[in-house]
């Protein structure tokens, strides 16, 4: 695949998603930052290519109606705080509380744990976790129909 430098797009990015064979297959190249400024191709390649016309035309309509058009966000650095907050179901919260308190950790460092193993992120050892790790053992309906509904026939 062919690197298309974001400079190459005046500095705006473009989303790339693949098209379903039923509607005709290819790739769909958006510009978010600029509405309803698209193309398509049947590569990756030949989005991002038509992408750029598009772009050009967009900005010159936009400077033709007198609008100023958005300044790109690019390299635009998003802060995070490390908190959010989550809700979840009652039966997931106690099943995920009983299960701290077996592993001997507080709810906030398994959920920590779960997520970032889910991600393959481990602030620690980045390296020992793997990409897909599986987490059956934490749901305990899964494993029920696993065991009862999907078993073979005897």
């Given at each position: 695949?062919?690197?298309?430098d974001k400079?190459?797009?005046?500095g705006?990015?473009?989303?790339?998603?693949r098209?379903?064979?039923?509607?005709?297959?290819?790739w769909?190249?958006e510009?978010?930052?600029l509405?309803?400024?698209?193309?398509?191709?049947?590569?990756?390649?030949?989005?991002?290519?038509s992408?750029r016309?598009?772009?050009?035309?967009?900005l010159a309509?936009?400077?033709?109606?007198?609008?100023?058009?958005p300044?790109?966000r690019?390299?635009?650095?998003?802060?995070?705080?490390?908190?959010?907050?989550l809700?979840?179901?009652?039966?997931?919260?106690?099943?995920?509380?009983?299960?701290?308190?077996?592993?001997?950790?507080?709810?906030?460092?398994?959920?920590?744990?779960?997520?970032s193993?889910?991600?393959?992120?481990d602030?620690?050892?980045?390296?020992?976790?793997?990409?897909?790790?599986?987490?059956?053992?934490?749901?305990?309906?899964?494993?029920?129909?696993e065991?009862?509904?999907d078993?073979?026939?005897?």
């Amino acid at each position: 695949m062919t690197a298309i430098d974001k400079g190459d797009l005046f500095g705006y990015a473009a989303r790339l998603t693949r098209i379903a064979p039923e509607d005709g297959g290819g790739w769909l190249a958006e510009v978010p930052e600029l509405p309803g400024c698209m193309s398509d191709g049947e590569t990756p390649e030949d989005a991002l290519s038509s992408v750029r016309e598009a772009i050009e035309c967009w900005l010159a309509a936009a400077l033709e109606d007198g609008d100023t058009p958005p300044v790109p966000r690019a390299y635009e650095v998003a802060e995070y705080s490390g908190k959010f907050t989550l809700r979840v179901p009652v039966s997931l919260h106690r099943a995920l509380s009983e299960t701290a308190k077996q592993e001997g950790v507080s709810l906030n460092q398994l959920v920590l744990s779960v997520v970032s193993a889910a991600v393959g992120a481990d602030p620690i050892r980045p390296s020992l976790v793997p990409r897909h790790t599986s987490f059956r053992w934490y749901f305990p309906a899964k494993r029920h129909r696993e065991r009862v509904l999907d078993r073979e026939p005897e």
